[in-house]
């Protein structure tokens, strides 16, 4: 992974808070959900199954991004973003859905973090269901960063 | 007069979510017809009548710049003007981009005010 205070990236600052920010703007406008900083110390582990989803971008910069949601939260999500039913969904459309918040997420952070005239290459997003024990390994690591979303926890992790 | 228009995402969200801005914009739009690919656009658009396409550039089987790319070779489609919606909205992509021809671009994610104003100028402009 590339060094991210290489100054040649330009001069906003590359953090989580900035992703932070984002993810925020993001949930905010497009499944009208409210994200806030939470303290991870305060916050039960919630219900499994948990869905992880990875994208990568090269370029100037190279690194990753995850978001880990609950499935509840997954579906929430493209409830408010579509306005489907509960009765409607799909594992699959869930799965999509968070996809595309991960494409979106990625996309306006490269530009907020480098500037718009770096270009990237994005990668086709993943995602796998986890279980607990992975969600709290993925919690604990060193790259996470812990939010609340609609009274759920969120864990977004960014290496660069 | 009302035009049809192709929505190509590999994001089954992502083309709901245009589908749907497209047929609530009161723009004069027929039909919203839906590819997964640029491979399934090209079919699509041999087949059926379209006066705008809006594609994603990062997809499987064939990405939005090859199905550009190919539509520009075809003299049946080079005329049909494309609109990218993407999440890679650096200024350096839109330049390549502009440089093969696409009309405009709309940066993810999209908003419905966005999706109108884009697609009424295309197509008040000649589709």
Redesign the interface.
């Known amino acids: 992974m590339s060094d991210p205070t290489n100054p040649s990236l330009g001069n906003n600052p590359i953090s989580s808070t900035t992703l932070e920010e984002i993810l925020s703007d993001v949930l905010q406008e497009q499944a009208f959900m409210f994200a806030e900083h939470g303290d991870d110390q305060e916050v039960d582990s919630p219900s499994a199954p948990f869905m992880h989803a990875r994208i990568q971008f090269n370029g100037p910069c190279s690194g990753r991004l995850g978001l880990v949601f609950t499935q509840n939260l997954c579906s929430e999500l493209i409830i408010n973003m579509l306005g489907m039913d509960s009765d409607d969904l799909e594992e699959e459309d869930i799965a999509d859905a968070f996809k595309e918040l991960l494409n979106v997420v990625c996309g306006k952070f490269l530009i907020a973090a480098f500037g718009p005239m770096l270009k990237f290459d994005l990668s086709i997003p993943t995602v796998e269901k986890i279980d607990l024990d992975q969600w709290l390994a993925q919690k604990s690591n060193q790259h996470t960063t812990v939010l609340m979303v609609e009274d759920e926890v969120v864990l977004f992790e960014l290496r660069l | 007069m009302s035009y049809n228009v192709l929505v190509v995402d590999?994001?089954?969200?992502?083309r709901?979510?245009l589908a749907?801005m497209l047929r609530i914009s009161g723009l004069p739009i027929n039909e919203v017809f839906i590819a997964e690919n640029g491979s399934d656009a090209l079919s699509m658009l041999k087949e059926n009548w379209i006066d705008l396409v809006i594609t994603d550039l990062?997809?499987?089987v064939m990405t939005g710049v090859e199905m550009i790319e190919a539509m520009a070779k075809d003299g049946l489609l080079e005329s049909v003007p494309v609109v990218v919606v993407?999440?890679?909205?650096?200024?350096?992509?839109m330049d390549?981009l502009r440089g093969l021809g696409i009309r405009d671009y709309l940066?993810?994610?999209v908003?419905p005010e966005s999706v109108k104003a884009v697609v009424e100028e295309v197509l008040e402009t000649g589709a």
């Open positions: 590999d994001s089954k969200t992502a709901m979510m749907k990062h997809m499987p993407t999440s890679d909205s650096s200024q350096k992509r390549d940066c993810k994610p908003r």
